[in-house]
């Protein structure tokens, strides 16, 4: 299969219905143009829309090899580079649905998603070490000349032959508050349906170079994606190591001449506090697009002071929908501003608002809960229809349309001008450094260690610091907390059995005595980081006697956070 029996007719006259044909689309157009711009050791290293195509078709030649086809799944392990690109375009191109995760991911996390959601291969960076898995999940590693075996693929009946733009493109896990990652299933309508919105935003012009500061398991990255190649711009893929360190990361946007840099927050912390100089004197840069937690006021104010001519957007949503709004920061930031605009949703989309019954608020000022009305709209959590439906609500101004929202679980209010401002949540969720948490499944996996009897976990903001995990052990009498890395069955249930007895024995004031940073902290973070992604360990451990409650009997979070 060549790139030209596979790409819909020129970019900006294009029908493409399914991922691989948006995102390939400007290579009928701009075809010697650069998609991709990777920072290297000396310089940059161009992948153009040709040479991106004909990587693609080389992969798609390679799974196709090991039988991958339509109805399939595919792991991708990778960071996000050219080739990984190609991988996942190459997937689309077989109607296989790609899974990526990071290779940073824990070894049981991986086994995790692995045994989930059954894929036909796992397919990894051509660097990236290879990890044991079932025998009849195939192996392979990839670079962008082509697909390198190790083990094929078992052998199994093939019912699906034809794609259909309901078919999922990729499933992306989250943190799920089962105790277990939860997979979010986007179709190819869904999102090319979300990129044909985003890119009536007008963020970017086909002379655009953005970079992506995301990892590829994180949806922000295929946003970015769809942002840059949509439009026939390159997107500049940073890698973790790169974006850690101030001098590194605006070194590379200068020599990628990067004129937009998409990503969370608190990626600017550090260069904010070391490299505000660098900064100021980045003169091909004119967009900044943050999404994914707050941006503190102090840490916008301080870059609208160096770059009074920046372009300041934040892009709000979830991964159930990609994203929802696009809104521009006023130039200046308002001395009284105390909280972003979200804007209102991009075209083809809606948000409304819905107090605790259900029923529709209009009121300016008058907080409900965000409902999203998408066409970008996810097919379900993988394997989890009872938290699929509790996601989705039933259209609020005509219910007998069987028509579905999205229940966002954001908090907000409108202004007098209709533009929608965030107050909080209506459950536990939480961004870390733009990833979603589920504190829930934090507290289960402390649960499982050994001599736990309880477990609060928090989230807490610390201004330029960003939002920091916070965990509290309650540790089983006679034992010390985190006493042991090794848990079972049974001291797992053991210790879900005694966390409501030792709450309710704890009173609000009584906790505090005795409270400090746990002697085994570290063993503590160490269990946990078995399992969890990094930004799902807390950074804060503290060992308290019992959990304060509050006088409805609810943990009390202040009193808690009040011992760090």
Same mark, same amino acid.
């Given at each position: 299969m060549?790139h030209g029996?596979?790409?819909?007719p020129p970019?900006?006259?294009?029908?493409a219905?399914?991922?691989?044909?948006?995102l390939?689309a400007?290579?009928a157009?701009?075809?010697d143009?650069?998609?991709?711009i990777?920072?290297a050791?000396?310089g940059?290293?161009?992948?153009?829309y040709r040479?991106?195509?004909?990587a693609?078709?080389a992969l798609?030649?390679?799974?196709?090899?090991?039988?991958v086809?339509?109805?399939?799944?595919?792991v991708?392990?990778a960071?996000?580079?050219?080739a990984?690109?190609?991988?996942?375009?190459?997937?689309?191109?077989l109607?296989?649905?790609?899974?990526?995760?990071s290779p940073q991911?824990p070894r049981?996390?991986?086994l995790?998603?692995?045994a989930?959601?059954?894929?036909?291969?796992?397919l990894?960076?051509?660097g990236?070490?290879?990890?044991?898995?079932p025998?009849?999940t195939?192996?392979?590693?990839?670079?962008?000349?082509?697909?390198s075996?190790?083990?094929?693929?078992?052998p199994?009946?093939?019912?699906r032959t034809?794609?259909?733009v309901?078919?999922?493109?990729?499933?992306?896990?989250?943190?799920?508050?089962?105790?277990r990652p939860?997979g979010?299933?986007?179709?190819?309508?869904a999102?090319?349906?979300?990129?044909?919105?985003?890119?009536?935003?007008r963020l970017?012009?086909?002379?655009d170079r953005?970079?992506?500061t995301s990892?590829?398991?994180f949806?922000?990255?295929?946003?970015?994606?769809?942002?840059?190649?949509?439009a026939g711009a390159?997107?500049?893929p940073?890698?973790?190591e790169?974006?850690?360190?101030p001098r590194?990361?605006?070194?590379?946007?200068?020599?990628?001449?990067v004129t937009?840099?998409n990503?969370?927050?608190s990626?600017w912390t550090?260069?904010l506090?070391?490299?505000a #100089?660098?900064?100021a004197a980045?003169?091909?840069?004119?967009?900044?697009?943050f999404? #994914?937690e707050?941006f503190?006021?102090?840490?916008?104010?301080r870059?609208?002071e160096?770059r009074?001519?920046?372009?300041i957007?934040n892009?709000y949503?979830?991964t159930?929908?990609?994203?929802a709004?696009f809104a521009?920061?006023?130039?200046?930031?308002?001395?009284?501003e105390?909280?972003?605009s979200?804007g209102?949703?991009?075209?083809?989309?809606e948000?409304?608002?819905?107090?605790?019954d259900?029923?529709?608020?209009?009121?300016p000022?008058?907080?409900?809960?965000?409902?999203l009305?998408?066409?970008a709209?996810?097919?379900?959590?993988?394997?989890?229809?009872?938290a699929?439906?509790?996601?989705?609500?039933?259209?609020?101004?005509?219910?007998?349309?069987?028509?579905?929202?999205?229940r966002?679980g954001d908090?907000?209010?409108?202004d007098?001008?209709g533009?929608?401002?965030l107050?909080g949540r209506?459950d536990?969720?939480?961004?870390i450094?733009?990833?979603?948490?589920e504190l829930?499944?934090?507290e289960r996996?402390?649960?499982?260690?050994?001599?736990t009897?309880?477990?609060?976990?928090?989230a807490?903001e610390?201004?330029?610091?960003?939002t920091?995990?916070?965990a509290?052990?309650?540790?089983?009498?006679?034992?010390?907390?985190?006493?042991?890395?090794?848990?079972?069955?049974?001291a797992?249930?053991?210790?879900n059995?005694?966390?409501g007895?030792?709450?309710?024995a704890?009173a609000?004031a009584?906790?505090?005595?005795?409270?400090?940073?746990?002697?085994?902290?570290a063993r503590?973070?160490?269990?946990?980081?078995e399992?969890?992604?990094?930004?799902?360990?807390?950074?804060?451990v503290?060992s308290?006697p019992?959990?304060?409650?509050t006088a409805n009997?609810?943990?009390?979070?202040?009193a808690?956070?009040?011992?760090l």
């Open positions: 060549t029996d596979r790409l819909s970019y900006g006259a294009s029908p219905e399914f991922l691989h044909e948006f390939l400007a290579a157009t701009f075809p143009r650069p998609a991709v990777e920072p050791d000396s940059t290293l161009e992948t153009t040479e991106l195509a004909t693609v078709d798609t030649e390679g799974l196709a090899a090991l039988g086809g339509v109805g399939d799944r595919v991708l392990e960071d996000a580079s050219a990984a690109l190609a991988a996942l375009l190459a997937c689309s191109t109607g296989a649905a790609f899974i990526p995760v991911t049981e996390r991986l995790s998603i692995v989930a959601t059954d894929p036909v291969l796992h990894r960076d051509a990236t070490p290879g990890t044991e898995l025998a009849a195939g192996t392979a590693t990839f670079t962008a000349a082509g697909v075996a190790e083990r094929t693929p078992a199994r009946p093939r019912r034809e794609r259909s309901t078919d999922p493109a990729y499933v992306i896990f989250t943190s799920g508050t089962t105790g939860k979010v299933v986007m179709s190819h309508r999102v090319v349906a979300f990129y044909r919105g985003m890119l009536a935003e970017v012009t086909e002379h953005v970079a992506s990892p590829l398991q949806d922000f990255s295929l946003l970015n994606f769809g942002m840059a190649l949509g390159a997107v500049v940073l890698k973790p790169v974006v850690r360190w590194r990361f605006l070194s590379a946007l200068h020599e990628a001449g937009q840099v990503g969370v927050p990626l550090s260069v506090r070391r490299d #100089g660098r900064l980045l003169g091909s840069l004119r967009t900044i697009l999404c #994914g707050k503190p006021l102090p840490q916008l104010r870059v609208q160096l009074p001519d920046l372009r957007v892009c949503g979830s159930e929908s990609m994203a709004s521009e920061v006023p130039r200046p930031l308002p001395a009284d105390t909280d972003l979200i209102v949703a991009h075209p083809g989309a948000m409304l608002l819905v107090d605790a259900g029923r529709v608020v209009d009121e000022y008058a907080t409900g809960e965000i409902l009305r998408t066409p709209l996810f097919s379900g959590y993988w394997d989890d229809p009872e699929t439906r509790a996601a989705l609500a039933p259209d609020p101004l005509e219910p007998r349309s069987g028509q579905p929202l999205l966002t908090l907000a209010y409108r007098p001008s533009a929608f401002r107050t209506t536990s969720q939480v961004q450094r733009g990833n979603r948490v829930g499944e934090v996996r402390l649960l499982e260690l050994a001599g009897a309880a477990v609060a976990v928090f807490e610390r201004g330029a610091e960003g920091v995990l916070c509290f052990v309650v540790p089983e009498p006679g034992t010390g907390a985190g006493a042991s890395a090794s848990a079972s069955a049974s797992s249930a053991g210790a059995a005694g966390a007895a030792s709450a309710s704890g609000s009584g906790a505090g005595a005795g409270a400090g940073a746990s002697a085994d902290a503590v973070r160490a269990f946990c980081a399992t969890l992604p990094a930004y799902m360990v807390p950074q804060e503290r308290v019992a959990l304060p409650v009997g609810k943990t009390d979070r202040a808690l956070l009040a011992l």
